[in-house]
Structure formats: C-alpha cells, structure tokens
C-alpha cells in the first residue's frame, strides 16, 4: 500500500486537504537546504516534493528556472540530493517525500542506479512529467516498483486519458490546473474550476492534487470542494527569493491553516 496515499487519507480523514510543497534541492544554499526544509514541515507542509535542478526545466516558470540555476551554481549534485533526502527521512518519518524532475536526469544518472538510490535514500515516489504516458511502462524498470509513480493531467486531457493516467498513477494524481508553465496567478476563473471538478469525478483510483497557480489561500478554499490536496511551488520558491524563512514559514502555515475544512 502507498504511503503516500496512505498519509493523505489520513488528512483527509481529519477534516484537512494535503498540503505539498515543492522545493528546488539546493536552493537558496546548499547549507541551510534541510534546516529550511525541517522548518517548513514544522510549519504545515504535509509532503514534500524535493525538486531535481535541471538546465533545461520545460514545464517550469521563471521562478522556479531561476531557483533551479542558483542551485546548480551552488553546485547541487544528485547524489547530494538523495542524501537531503535520507536526512530529511530519518527526521520526518511520517511525511512523504517525493523526487520531482526531468526523464534526462534519471538517463545520465542510469535508470536503475536512480531508482536504488532513490530507494536507499527513503524516497516515497516520482514525478517526471516528461514521461509520455505512452513510454511510461517502458520507462522505468522493475525496482521502481517500490516508489509511487505520479501522473499528471491537464485540462487538454479527455475523460478516457484521465481514466488511463488515474490507472497507472499511484500515490495521488496530479492536476494541472492551467495549461503552460507552474508560476504563481491571481485566482481561477470559471472555465478552470468547471475542468478540475469535471476531472475530479473522473478520478476513481486515487487521490487528486491540484497544482500550477496555486499561491494563497484564497485559491486553496476556492478549489477545495474539488481536491483532496494541494501542491504549490512557485509562491515559496518566490518568497525564498524576495524574504526570509520566517516569513516563508508564515506562508505555509497561512496556506496550511486554508486546507482545514
């Protein structure tokens, strides 16, 4: 049974949506990276997707592109960040961690090498959104039977993709809630809202996270009725940039304290 999906029942169970939050391993430093981390756990994240910098992050906006090449600056490895994330797991054992990327990182890392090490390190599941569903089973080898695989849908997906992906994926589905790149926006309007409960009825097999856009708490009640949990990225990423950790930390809990039903 998965983990991942296992914690999130449990939120759901009290009342509360999950709370994900994405973090570009890394960033701001390589040295504060699992201090800051703690400390956003402590203040209501209730799983963490620990970003993998890459040069090239299609799907990414500027904010997270940007946290991505001071990370690389920084001289972030990938073996750095699985051990990030066998700290970060002896010291949070109950809060999934997930490893967010690009199909090429895995490829020059060697697949299977990834996916032990990954393993080792404690890593919950996998998000690469670069996977075509249609190479997905091709994609990863057997050992990666033991991480959760979570897929992606958009609001260009038919309700027979969406069937698919919710097959294949578990741990939770994730829900694009725009079409283009993550990045922090002003609020959803109606045509958004009406594709995120359509696809929410469709979702049978797992929990349904809904991220891309998703910045303040107003736009967590606004999509709570159709969304056992959130994701948000863009909006920490950009306050890492612009505040402190303090004040990073007043943005989870606001954001935490808006998934209480």
Excluded: H, W
Aim: proline fraction near 4%; include cysteine; hydrophobic fraction near 35%.
């Amino acid at each position: 049974m998965s983990k991942i999906k296992n914690r999130i029942e449990e939120i759901n169970k009290n009342k509360r949506k999950a709370l994900s939050i994405f973090l570009t391993s890394g960033f701001p430093t390589i040295e504060n990276f699992v201090d800051n981390t703690n400390r956003i756990i402590d203040a209501g994240a209730d799983i963490i997707e620990l970003g993998m910098p890459f040069s090239d992050p299609l799907a990414d906006g500027g904010v997270i592109q940007q946290s991505s090449q001071i990370a690389l600056q920084n001289g972030i490895t990938q073996k750095q960040t699985f051990q990030f994330a066998e700290e970060l797991k002896k010291q949070n054992t109950n809060t999934p961690l997930i490893l967010m990327g690009y199909a090429n990182t895995l490829m020059q890392y060697g697949k299977e090498q990834f996916e032990q090490d990954a393993i080792n390190a404690g890593v919950d599941g996998l998000i690469i959104p670069d996977v075509p569903l249609e190479e997905f089973d091709d994609f990863f080898s057997p050992l990666s039977d033991k991480l959760d695989k979570i897929l992606l849908t958009t609001p260009t997906s038919s309700p027979n993709r969406i069937k698919t992906i919710d097959a294949k994926s578990s741990g939770f589905l994730y829900a694009v809630s725009v079409s283009g790149t993550t990045g922090v926006r002003s609020g959803f309007d109606d045509s958004v809202i009406k594709n995120l409960k359509s696809t929410y009825e469709i979702v049978e097999q797992n929990k349904m996270l809904i991220g891309f856009g998703i910045s303040k708490p107003e736009n967590i009640k606004q999509l709570s009725p159709f969304a056992d949990g959130f994701i948000v990225g863009s909006a920490v990423i950009q306050s890492f940039l612009n505040n402190t950790i303090e004040d990073t930390t007043k943005l989870i809990k606001s954001l935490s304290d808006a998934c209480r039903k």
